[in-house]
């Protein structure tokens, strides 16, 4: 059973960088046919999509939040991370990783971590 | 980008009931589309994916139907567990997009 766990500072002061890592278990990052992205649920709010890895680096990002997002991995420690530069008070939400499931062309989100609230707060 | 729309915003039903959501892109996707459910303070679980295929684990009350621009999400009779918020989701093309969810309460 593939689990994912996001960590990372719960505060983040306006101007600095939200960071937070999911850590993959139950199966490997470097796994082909699947992707790994980041969402996130502004409070009370629907679900916007922030962006995707995949194993062998390449990444693909929401135009919305191209500028200021990076998404890198770790595959010795079989995780993924999210940057987000410049943060303001409209990047509180909760954040979640998930694994997109490449099956034959369609694709979803077949697993999610828990979700972890960052706010954005002097 | 693709937006995604669905109806109604909030449901009222009974245990028991059929319900029906819908769901529409700005533009076709063929049966590139998803459904999930939310619970409070929970992460979004899977229910059906490529428009009509049931993810393992999830009860046959639920079903999905639809392609290119309209699809439905369907729960036969409700049952107590299923009061939730309901999301579509476009698969089509990056940005991946999502509807703006459907609240399902108990009557």
């Known amino acids: 059973q593939v689990q994912l766990q996001e960590s990372g500072p719960g505060l983040v002061k306006p101007s600095q960088t939200l960071s937070l890592t999911c850590t993959v278990s139950g199966g490997s990052i470097s796994s082909g046919g699947y992707y790994w992205s980041w969402i996130r649920q502004h409070p009370g709010k629907g679900l916007e999509w922030i962006g995707y890895?995949?194993?062998?680096?390449?990444?693909h990002y929401n135009p919305s939040l191209k500028s200021r997002v990076t998404i890198s991995e770790d595959t010795s420690k079989n995780q993924f991370s999210l940057k987000l530069t410049s943060v303001t008070a409209a990047d509180t939400a909760v954040y979640y990783c998930?694994?997109?499931?490449?099956?034959?062309?369609?694709?979803?989100?077949?697993?999610w971590g828990q979700g972890t609230l960052v706010t954005v707060s002097s | 980008d693709i937006q995604m729309t669905q109806s109604p915003s909030s449901l009222s039903a009974s245990v028991g009931d059929r319900v029906t959501i819908t769901c529409r892109a700005s533009q076709s996707i063929s049966t590139y589309l998803n459904w999930y459910q939310q619970k409070p303070g929970k992460a979004p679980r899977l229910l059906i994916y490529a428009a009509s295929s049931l993810q393992s684990g999830v009860p046959s009350r639920f079903s999905g139907s639809g392609s290119g621009t309209d699809f439905t999400l369907t729960i036969s009779s409700l049952q107590p567990e299923d009061f939730a918020t309901y999301y579509c989701?476009?698969?089509?093309?990056?940005?991946?997009?999502f509807g703006q969810g459907t609240k399902l309460e108990i009557k």
């Open positions: 890895i995949y194993y062998s680096g390449s990444t």
């Open positions: 989701q476009q698969s089509y093309s990056t940005p991946y997009s």
């Open positions: 998930a694994r997109v499931n490449w099956n034959g062309g369609d694709n979803y989100f077949d697993y």
